[in-house]
Every structure is written in structure tokens, then in C-alpha cells.
T-cell receptor, first 129, second 113 residues
Framework: QVQLVQSGAEVKRPGASVKCSCE??????????IHWVRQAPGQRLEWVGS????????QYSQKFQDRVTITQDTSARTVYLELRSLNSEDTAVFYC??????????????????????WGQGTLITVSS | DIVMTQSPDSLAVSLGERATINCKSSQSVLYNSINKSYLAWFQQKPGQPPKLLIY???TRESGVPDRFSGSGSGTDFTLTISSLQAEDVAVYYCQQYSTSPWTFGQGTKVEIK
């Protein structure tokens, strides 16, 4: 079965950086993208960015673009989120999530789709001086 | 960015009664070429990650009870819980996956009356 296992909680000072991991299993890694989603206390879910498991191409939310990097180690089936210049707004749970897929009946093959079908358990990042 | 707006922010429903949550997108998430609306619904309980309930606006995820149903197209969508159970107490979110950045509604908290 599909599993996404995230690294443990971190406490960081304002201005520091953090790197979280998301180890995946149970599916064809190259077919799907992995996304990162931030959930701050009392706030809505917020998409941070994603990486394509096949070609490594990344997409970032404009809000985070200047201070986020998403990478992957395909041999380890692990995706990483690095967030720099942390501030109090980054005190949040960060989730990794894998997209879904659908059968394209016009062209006759399966295609990925970006509804978040599987989620990691979340990594709590606390930013505090 | 596409803005997703849910209503109400919270609702209290008696056990066995119907719960209805609305979601409106600031622009259409319908792809006419494949006649699909790129809209998903999630359930989130305290301390847990979101769980996918519905995608393509009305397709129920495997294992989701059939009391959950989704409807709508274009910009206006509804999640219905036909007969509320105690285990349905949660926050529900809609999400559009039509256009990056993928965006979520603010959430609707469902409680027992």
C-alpha cells in the first residue's frame, strides 16, 4: 500500500533553515508528483510546492518561491523540503502528499492528477527564539 | 490565484440528519474538453492529516462511506453527508486542482447538535 513517512518535529530559531523529508513506498515513484502543504494553527491548508517524480521538475507557490527548495533522491524514494529564513508564520505542520491519477479515455492511458490522494503524517516545525 | 470560499464556517447537525457544505471558486475549475471539474473534498480530524473523500467533484474515493456525496460543476460545489454519524465530526476542506497554485477553502467545522 502507498505510504508516506515524514521526518520528526523540529524547533528552529527565527532566520534559520529547516529540511524535512518524506520517504515514500508502495507505488511507481516516477509517475507521481509529491507536494508539500503547510497548515499553520487556525489557518487553511496552503500549498507550498511540488516535485515531479519522473523528471525532477519543481513548481513553487509564489509566496514561498524565494526561500524554498524541494529535492528528491529517487534511489531512496525520498523527497525533501528545505525552507530558509524561518519566521513565526512558519510555525506549522508541514505535510507531504502524493497526487492521484485518472484514465484518459481519449488517448488510452493513465495520467497523473493533482488531487492529494495520499498524505504523510505531518512534521511540526516550531519557530521560536 | 483561484480563491476557494466555503460556507458556512461551521455547522451543528443532529445525528442522522443531513449536513451540507458549499464551496465556491473564484473562476471555473471545469475542463470542458474532458467534462470534469477539478475539485476535491477532504476530511480532517484533530491531529490527523487530511483524508481525501471526493475528487472530480463527485467521485467518491475508495473506502469512503456512501453517505458522503459531492455535486456541482464550474464554480459552485456541494459536499453532502446524508446521515451524520458521530465519527463525521471534523473539519472539511475543498481544493481546486485546475490551476497552479493549488488552493484550498478555509474549512468548515462540522459538529453534533
Amino acid at each position: 500500500q502507498v505510504q508516506l513517512v515524514q521526518s520528526g518535529a523540529e524547533v528552529k530559531r527565527p532566520g534559520a533553515s529547516v529540511k524535512c523529508s518524506c520517504e515514500t513506498s508502495g507505488y511507481i515513484f516516477s509517475f507521481y508528483s509529491i507536494h508539500w502543504v503547510r497548515q499553520a494553527p487556525g489557518q487553511r491548508l496552503e500549498w507550498v510546492g511540488s516535485i515531479n517524480g519522473g523528471n525532477g521538475n519543481t513548481q513553487y507557490s509564489q509566496k514561498f518561491q524565494d526561500r524554498v527548495t524541494i529535492t528528491q533522491d529517487t534511489s531512496a524514494r525520498t523527497v525533501y523540503l528545505e525552507l530558509r529564513s524561518l519566521n513565526s508564520e512558519d510555525t506549522a505542520v508541514f505535510y507531504c502528499a502524493r497526487g492521484g491519477s485518472y484514465f484518459d479515455s481519449v488517448n488510452g492511458y493513465e495520467r497523473p492528477a493533482e488531487f492529494f490522494q495520499h498524505w504523510g503524517q505531518g512534521t511540526l516545525i516550531t519557530v521560536s527564539s | 490565484d483561484i480563491v476557494m470560499t466555503q460556507s458556512p464556517d461551521s455547522l451543528a447537525v443532529s445525528l442522522g440528519e443531513r449536513a451540507t457544505i458549499n464551496c465556491k471558486s473564484s473562476q471555473s475549475v471545469l475542463y470542458n474538453s474532458i467534462n470534469k471539474s477539478y475539485l476535491a473534498w477532504f476530511q480532517q480530524k484533530p491531529g490527523q492529516p487530511p483524508k481525501l473523500l471526493i475528487y472530480w467533484a463527485s467521485t467518491r474515493e475508495s473506502g469512503v462511506p456512501d453517505r458522503f456525496s459531492g455535486s456541482g460543476s464550474g464554480t459552485d460545489f456541494t459536499l453532502t453527508i446524508s446521515s451524520l454519524q458521530a465519527e463525521d465530526v471534523a473539519v472539511y476542506y475543498c481544493q481546486q486542482y485546475s490551476t497552479s497554485p493549488w488552493t484550498f477553502g478555509q474549512g468548515t467545522k462540522v459538529e453534533i447538535k
